[in-house]
C-alpha cells in the first residue's frame, strides 16, 4: 500500500498537469476530475515511473491533437463524436483500464502478480498511445485510408480505416511509451523485454480498435451531407440514421475494449517470454 507522502504528492502532481491541460485547452472540466483521480491512483499505487509513462502519453497525445489542427478540423467536424479538447469519458477510456491494474499492482505484495500486471499496464498505456498517435497522425495520411475488414477505400478519418502512415505512427506511439518507461526504471536488464512487449501488445491493441470501429461501433449517416460519422447530430445539425453497429458501442467503449486487448496480450506475452527463460 502506498504511504500518505506518495499519495499526496500524486494528487499535487496530477492537479497540476490537469489544470494546465485545462488552461492549453486539452482537456474540459469532466476530463481534469478524470485525469487527477487516475493519474494520483497511477502516481501512489505504481510509483514514478508508473506515473510519468501516463505523462509521457498524456502531453505526447495532447501535442498531437494540436498539430496541423486546421487541417483536421473538417474530418474532426465530420466524422468524430469528440473534438480535440478531452472529457471525462475520453479519459476514462484511454486511462481507465491503466487504473485499474495500477490499484491491483498496489494492493498486492505477489512479485509474480506485480511482474504481470507492470506487463499489462505497459500493453494498456502503450495501446493508449498507439492508437492516439495513430489517428492524430493518420488521418493526415496523403494516401485514402483502407478499411480494416475488407480492405476497400473509406473516407479519411472512418472508423476502421488505416493507412500507412497511421500504422507506422501507432509503432512508433507504443514504442515510445514503453521504452520510456524501461528508461524510467532504470534501464535494467531484467526489464529489457518490457520495450518490445510494449511494442507488440501496443500495436495489437490499436489494430483490435480499428477492427472494432469497423464492426461493431455505432456509426450513423447523415442525409442532408451524405457521409458516415460517429455523431448522432452532424456538424451540419442534422439529425443522422444509425447506419450498422451496435447503439451503445461508441468510440470511448472501442478505446477503453482496445487498451483492455492490449493488457492482455502484454500479459499472454509477459508469460510466455517468462517459461521460455
Known amino acids: 500500500m502506498p504511504g500518505k507522502r506518495r499519495l499526496a504528492l500524486g494528487l499535487i502532481f496530477s492537479s ?40 509521457l502519453f498524456f502531453v505526447s497525445s ?5 498539430f496541423r489542427e486546421r487541417d483536421k478540423a473538417q474530418t474532426a ?18 486511462g481507465g483500464v ?8 498496489g494492493l498486492t505484495s505477489n512479485p509474480a502478480w506485480r511482474d504481470a500486471m507492470q506487463a499489462a499496464f505497459t500493453g494498456a498505456v502503450a495501446t493508449a498511445n498507439a492508437d492516439t ?30 493507412t500507412l502512415l497511421g500504422s507506422t505512427a501507432a509503432m512508433l506511439g ?18 529489457l523485454s518490457l520495450p518490445l512487449n510494449g511494442l507488440l501488445s501496443g500495436l495489437a491493441g ?35 440514421k444509425r447506419l450498422r453497429g451496435i447503439s451503445w458501442i461508441n468510440n470511448d467503449t472501442v478505446n477503453f475494449g482496445a487498451t483492455l486487448f492490449g493488457a492482455l496480450v ?6 510466455a517470454f517468462r517459461g521460455k527463460r
Open 16 to 55: 497540476g498537469i490537469g489544470l494546465i491541460a485545462y488552461r492549453r485547452r486539452s482537456l474540459n472540466r469532466s476530463g481534469v476530475v478524470g485525469t487527477i483521480a487516475s493519474g494520483t491512483t497511477i502516481f501512489s499505487m505504481g510509483g514514478w515511473s508508473w506515473g510519468l509513462s501516463l505523462i
Open 266 to 271: 502484454a500479459i499472454w506475452m509477459f508469460v
Open 174 to 191: 507504443a514504442l515510445f511509451v514503453s521504452t520510456g518507461m524501461w528508461v524510467m526504471q532504470g534501464c535494467r536488464r531484467s526489464l
Open 206 to 240: 490499436s489494430f483490435f480498435d480499428s477492427l472494432l470501429g469497423a464492426t461493431v461501433q455505432a456509426i450513423y449517416y447523415c442525409p442532408a451531407c451524405d457521409k458516415e460519422t460517429e455523431r448522432r447530430i452532424h456538424s451540419c445539425g442534422t439529425k443522422t
Open 133 to 162: 498517435w495513430a489517428t492524430e497522425l493518420g488521418v493526415l495520411s496523403p494516401r485514402q485510408p483502407r478499411l480494416i475488414t475488407s480492405g476497400r477505400y473509406v473516407a479519411p478519418g472512418t472508423s476502421g480505416g488505416i
Open 98 to 105: 491503466a487504473t485499474l491494474i495500477a490499484l491491483g499492482y
Open 77 to 94: 467536424a465530420d466524422k468524430f463524436s469528440k473534438g480535440s479538447q478531452r472529457d471525462l469519458g475520453q479519459v476514462v477510456a484511454n
Open 62 to 66: 495532447s501535442l498531437l491533437s494540436h
